[in-house]
Each structure stands twice: as C-alpha cells, then as structure tokens.
Nanobody
Framework: HVQLQASGGGLVQPGGSLRLSCAASGSFRRLDIMGWYRQAPGKKRELVAAITSGGAEKYADSVKARFTVSRDNAKNMVYLQMTSLKTEDTAVYYC???????????????????WGQGTLVTVSS
C-alpha cells in the first residue's frame, strides 16, 4: 500500500512560480511511475506530468515548457516545478504513483494506482 503526502501549494500571482513536493511511504517494491494530476472547479481531473523511474517524462500540452517534473528515487520523492503560472493553472493538485509501468508513455495514466490528498494551488492577482 502506497501513501502519498503532497505539500507546497498556495497562493501565487500570475507569472509566478511554485514548487510542489510529494513523499511516498508504505510498503511497496518500487514505484515505476510518479506524477501529478490536477482538478479545477467544475472540470475533470487531468494528468499534468508523469515521470518514470528511468527519468522519461510526459506533460500535458497546457503545461509544456512551463512545468518540470523530477524525482528522487532514493527518497521516493516527486516534485513539480511550476513557472509562468497562469490563472487557469488554479486547481487542486494530486500526487500519484504506480508500481507497474506497462511501457506506453501515451497510456501512462492507466498505470497510476495510488493518489495522495490534494494540495491547492491558486493563481490570482
């Protein structure tokens, strides 16, 4: 069972930056994939960024070139560096992880099976 604890959310002005962190704990063999989802009010949850244990990355088109996902395999941590934030980035951000990656980056969302509690990111002036 994987437990995920996210932190780092808050209020930031448009154009600003914020860094989210997530720590994984519990009993698991290895976390093949880690990443971040978000859900804005009235919208479906969407995959923002994902990273494999080998360092391959995937981003939603809306955040490419602005967000960077990274991980520390030794510490079972995943991070999301967010820059040039826009009001439309406002959402609850959820950390996610999966122990078994099937190998298809285009279908990586299907391999996540654990989610943490959300952390609210509000982008507003």
């Amino acid at each position: 069972h994987v437990q995920l604890q996210a932190s780092g959310g808050g209020l930031v002005q448009p154009g600003g930056s914020l860094r989210l962190s997530c720590a994984a704990s519990g009993s698991f063999r290895r976390l093949d994939i880690m990443g971040w989802y978000r859900q804005a009010p009235g919208k479906k949850r969407e995959l923002v960024a994902a990273i494999t244990s080998g360092g391959a990355e995937k981003y939603a088109d809306s955040v490419k070139a602005r967000f960077t996902v990274s991980r520390d395999n030794a510490k079972n941590m995943v991070y999301l560096q967010m820059t040039s934030l826009k009001t439309e980035d406002t959402a609850v951000y959820y950390c996610a992880a999966g122990e078994d990656y099937a190998g298809s980056m285009s279908q990586i969302g299907a391999d996540f099976d654990s989610w943490g509690q959300g952390t609210l990111v509000t982008v507003s002036s």
